[in-house]
């Protein structure tokens, strides 16, 4: 690299590195080791990464929502010297390290993306790990898993998103079902973050004109691997009470302060990293939350000369956008009345009247009805477009269509990059191992290629059931203790607590069903029919277990509503021995339940499932999907991985939930059940891993986090080009 270092680094380089050295001086000296690594997430995905710190303290290793940085603040020193005195963990930790410290000393992706030209990739929400809060479902989930899987690939990429102080909310159910939130105080100096100085030693701050007045953010940066995630934070002292609450929630209520969010995330991330002397090649707006930033940056153009169409044009050339969701909320609009309030003078400054401005946020600019929303002038302010999978990308051409009123449907300027999953996060530790054994060495760095999985078909009956039983036996440990200590909490009778004690099998087929309670997941059709439900449930020859988990919208109450239905079977205690519903889904709570399921169940309305995740992480865990042929699912359902329901689009939603209820509970009785139950001699299903071995070589290189970056490296990125 011919790069040079003009000045000291202000990108928070030496703020993390003094976090690390800060905290290794409180420990041991042979623990030093431990506070290095906790300040860089990597360790997360790499095997036996978190055994290292459980192995310090394993209850508090719970109890601190797996924070490495807090678990070494607050374990004992009795538990620490122990620690220290294990020379088997610190040579695990050495090692560790080792490949943590050579992963970061790889060469660059080759292109013209740099350390400081970095791909720059914006999003509300960033889902890295458990114990960092600042996310609420699949949005996050996909931008962790590809700043993940850019530090795999080492693609000089940044995240920006935001510091919400008090996170996204914690939920508890009450006896009836009914969901109550809460929020608990994220504080940053607890979580693997450090705020970023300048070369005087102050905090590094820009200024985000809001509301008439400018808000003074700060920077943290937390470390990804190779890649940095720089979270802005309004909690300044120059900014009024008020305005520091910009950053308070995720999703905030409160419309106006949601518009503030997205404007600081927008327009503040661009002068951050210009700050921190970084000049984004490319900047990927996650989600229209941000799609203020190419605004920033031709304003920078234009204050320094430049005429604005070629300022605008400078910036539409490096803006890649990438929209998620086909649902109404989604893609919400603000009357001229709130973006006057919130964006002031920002219209002014890129050189537009405040009427032209209104007109990039809607698809008829001249109709001064049409609200301002940030989808369209994400669509019109980047040079590529994409949906997430390729019916959504079928869905937002058609959904879009009236932004470009010459072109028919099918040649809006749309594409697609189909999501998928960092493996290495999503795969659990023992299906890792027995991959590790038949995939060949190095298998995971060639993930995206099919032929990698191929050797699915060589992993013997025998040695898959035993691991599925076993992942199946211990998420059922999790499920009981969940359980019980959920009842407890919500003030159950004794006689329901118990039966969360006695109930739930190592060895019956277990359903999941998690994810965020929107309406068009229709959770509800898991009890439309209720008498065929509780069938299976009490059903003692081919047992049924049914786990649930998801949180709705502070404000949906038509979901929170739909949610109390799951809970109708309370009172048959069979059923209370075989459903479960676990409060407050996150990360960790997804992660037991795709590598502990059997079949995972998702029941969308079509076409509202843009893509959908959490079935991929399923699937590589050798669990089978049943779900509707929308997002993923109908690009991935082959015949013989899985089992379909119908993808149409109706217009009597009554109608349609009738009949998918009814295709649900059959194929559940004619065919998943027999199948599942169908042993050998050995009491093996033979036709059930059969399908096991085609969903993983199926699903596993199509639905990887690398397939996926590599799609938006060669289709979005233009990367090789020399301009830009
Ligand atoms: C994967 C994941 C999601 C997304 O799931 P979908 O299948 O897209 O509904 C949401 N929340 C968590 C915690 C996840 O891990």
């Known amino acids: 690299m011919t790069e040079t270092i003009t000045a000291p680094a202000t990108d928070g380089t030496r703020d993390i ?61 009795a538990a620490l010297d122990r620690a220290a005195g294990d020379p088997g963990l610190i040579e695990r930790a050495q090692g560790v390290l080792a490949a943590i410290e050579a992963d970061a000393a ?18 509300a929400e960033f889902a890295v790990h458990v114990s960092l809060p600042i996310y609420a479902g699949g949005l996050g989930v996909l931008a962790g898993d590809i700043l993940k899987q850019s530090s795999d690939l080492a693609l000089p990429m940044v995240g920006v998103g935001l510091l919400y102080r008090q996170g996204y909310f914690l939920q508890r159910m009450d006896q009836s079902g009914y969901q109550h939130e809460y929020w608990f105080p994220l504080d940053p100096e607890r979580v693997p973050a450090a ?11 820009v200024r985000v004109p809001l509301r008439g007045r400018d808000v003074v953010v700060q920077v943290w940066r937390v470390d990804v691997g190779r890649v940095r995630l720089y979270l802005l934070d309004a909690q300044r002292p120059e900014n009024s009470r008020i305005d520091r609450w910009i950053t308070g929630r995720l999703y905030v209520s409160d419309r106006a302060t949601r518009l503030a969010q997205y404007a600081l995330l927008g327009i503040g991330s661009m002068r951050a990293l210009d700050a921190m002397g970084m000049d984004p090649s490319v900047v990927h707006l996650n989600e229209g939350h941000a799609a203020l930033a190419p605004l920033e940056l031709a304003r920078r153009d234009i204050v320094a000369g430049a005429e604005r169409n070629a300022a605008f044009i400078a910036a539409r050339e490096r803006t890649v956008f990438t929209t998620h969701t086909p649902v109404g909320a989604g893609n919400e609009g603000y009357d001229p009345a709130e973006i006057a309030e919130v964006l002031s003078a920002f219209p002014e400054q890129v050189g537009m009247d405040f009427d032209s401005f209104l007109q990039l946020g809607r698809t008829r600019p001249d109709n001064p009805h049409e609200p301002f929303v940030m989808t369209p002038l994400g669509i019109k302010m980047s040079r590529e477009a994409n949906g997430v999978s390729r019916r959504h990308g079928e869905v937002a051409r058609q959904m879009w269509q009236s932004l470009f009123p010459e072109r028919p449907a099918d040649a809006v300027p749309i594409g697609y990059v ?5 493996v290495p996060t999503w795969l659990a530790p023992r299906m890792r191992e027995l991959l590790d054994r038949y995939l060949g060495h190095g298998w995971i760095d060639r993930a995206a290629d099919p032929d990698t999985w191929q050797a699915v078909d060589r992993i013997p009956d025998d040695e898959l059931w035993s691991v599925r039983n076993t992942m199946r036996a211990e998420f059922i440990a999790y499920v009981r203790d969940r359980t019980i200590a959920n009842r407890l909490a919500r003030g159950e009778p ?18 999941g069903f998690a994810r965020r309670l929107a309406s068009y997941k229709r959770i509800y059709l898991l009890t439309l029919e209720p008498q065929r439900m509780e069938r299976l449930l009490l059903n003692t020859d081919s047992p049924v277990q049914l786990v649930l988990a998801g949180k709705a919208h502070p404000q949906d109450e038509e979901s929170k509503r739909a949610a109390q239905g799951l809970f109708a079977f309370k009172g048959t205690p069979q059923a209370a021995e075989r459903v479960s519903f676990l409060d407050n889904y996150s990360l960790a709570t997804a992660m037991q339940m795709v590598s502990g399921c059997d079949l995972w169940i998702n029941l969308p309305r079509p076409p509202l499932e843009a893509s959908g995740t959490s079935g991929m992480k399923a699937a590589v865990n050798g669990s089978l999907n049943l779900s509707v042929l929308d997002g993923w699912w109908a690009e991935a359902y082959d015949g013989g991985n899985g089992w379909a329901l119908p993808g149409d689009i109706a217009f009597d939603h009554a109608v349609q939930d009738a009949r998918d209820a009814a295709v649900l509970y059959d194929l559940m009785e004619h065919e998943v059940l027999p199948l599942f139950y169908a042993r050998d001699t050995r009491g093996v299903p033979v036709g059930w891993l059969e399908k096991v071995r085609a969903s993983m070589r199926t699903c596993g290189p199509r639905f990887s986090a690398a397939r996926t970056m590599h799609d938006y490296i060669d289709r979005a990125y233009a990367l090789t080009r020399s301009t830009g």
Do not use: K
């Not at 790889?106 to 999003?123: K, M, N």
């Open 494 to 511: 004794r006689w329901y607590v118990e039966a969360a004690e006695r109930g739930f099998s190592a060895d019956a087929l277990t359903i």
């Open 106 to 123: 790889r060469p660059p992706f080759p292109g013209r993306a740099s350390s400081t030209r970095p791909v720059a990739f914006l999003c």
């Open 17 to 77: 590195d003094a976090a690390a050295r800060d905290l290794a001086a409180r420990m041991p000296a042979s623990l030093g080791v431990l506070a290095t690594i906790a300040y860089n997430y990597r360790w997360s995905w790499h095997p036996g990464g978190p055994e290292l710190f459980a192995a310090v303290d394993a209850e508090r290793w719970e109890w601190t929502n797996q924070n490495p940085v807090r678990l070494l603040h607050e374990t004992s020193s």
């Open 418 to 422: 189909t999501n998928g999953v960092h």
């Open 195 to 205: 705020l970023v100085h300048n070369t005087d030693g102050e905090p590094l701050t």
